[in-house]
Antibody
Framework: EVQLVESGGGLVQPGRSLKLSCAAS????????MAWVRQAPKKGLEWVAT????????YYPDSVKGRFTISRDNAKSSLYLQMNSLKSEDTATYYC????????WGQGVMVTVSS | DIQMTQSPSSMSVSLGDTVTITCRAS??????VNWFQQKPGKSPRRMIY???NLADGVPSRFSGSRSGSDYSLTISSLESEDVADYHC?????????FGAGTKLELK
């Protein structure tokens, strides 16, 4: 059974940093692209980042480019999202998801950016 | 960036209805459109992939179709468990983009 479990969320002040983790199990992690998607409270879904199987290629929307970094550790079956220079508009539930097509999702982790 | 214009934003429905939700892509995205269902407090669940394919475990009353740049999700004979939010996604090109979502509510 595919499982994705996010961690690392919480309350953080504007301008500070936070790193999210996603532990994957139930599939061969190194064979799949992975992604992060977020959802602000009462809002729609927004794609945040995608990483290739080896980690050599990463993709971001303009809204987070230069501030967020997606990475992975295939030996640990883990995905990460380093978020720097956080803004109030980054407040959201963050989901990790498998594949570009987002076929499986984690349960999500809440990030609140507020002073 | 490719815009996915989703309509309607909300819909009042009755059990047994046939419901159709549409996303219009601003550029050609081919077959690379997925549909997701999301219930309150839950993660999205993929329902349709590559525009017309039913994901594993999804009831056959759900279907996806494409006409040009219009992509549709249809739910036949709506059941109570289908009342949820629905989102489309294009993943043909980065940045991947979602529609704004459709909220189904019971009359």
């Amino acid at each position: 059974e595919v499982q994705l479990v996010e961690s690392g969320g919480g309350l953080v002040q504007p301008g500070r940093s936070l790193k999210l983790s996603c532990a994957a199990s139930g599939f061969t992690f190194s064979n799949y692209y992975m992604a992060w998607v977020r959802q602000a409270p009462k809002k729609g879904l927004e794609w945040v980042a995608t990483i290739s199987t080896s980690g050599s290629r990463t993709y971001y929307p303009d809204s987070v480019k230069g501030r967020f970094t997606i990475s992975r550790d295939n030996a640990k079956s883990s995905l990460y999202l380093q978020m720097n220079s956080l803004k109030s508009e980054d407040t959201a539930t963050y989901y990790c998801a498998r594949e570009v097509a987002l076929d499986y999702w984690g349960q999500g982790v809440m990030v609140t950016v507020s002073s | 960036d490719i815009q996915m214009t989703q309509s309607p934003s909300s819909m009042s429905v009755s059990l047994g209805d046939t419901v159709t939700i549409t996303c219009r892509a601003s550029q050609d995205v081919g077959i690379y459109v997925n549909w997701f269902q999301q219930k309150p407090g839950k993660s999205p669940r993929r329902m349709i992939y590559r525009a017309t394919n039913l994901a594993d475990g999804v009831p056959s009353r759900f279907s996806g179709s494409r006409s040009g740049s219009d992509y549709s999700l249809t739910i036949s004979s709506l059941e109570s468990e289908d009342v949820a939010d629905y989102h489309c996604l294009q993943y043909d090109e980065y940045p991947n983009t979602f529609g704004a979502g459709t909220k189904l509510e019971l009359k």
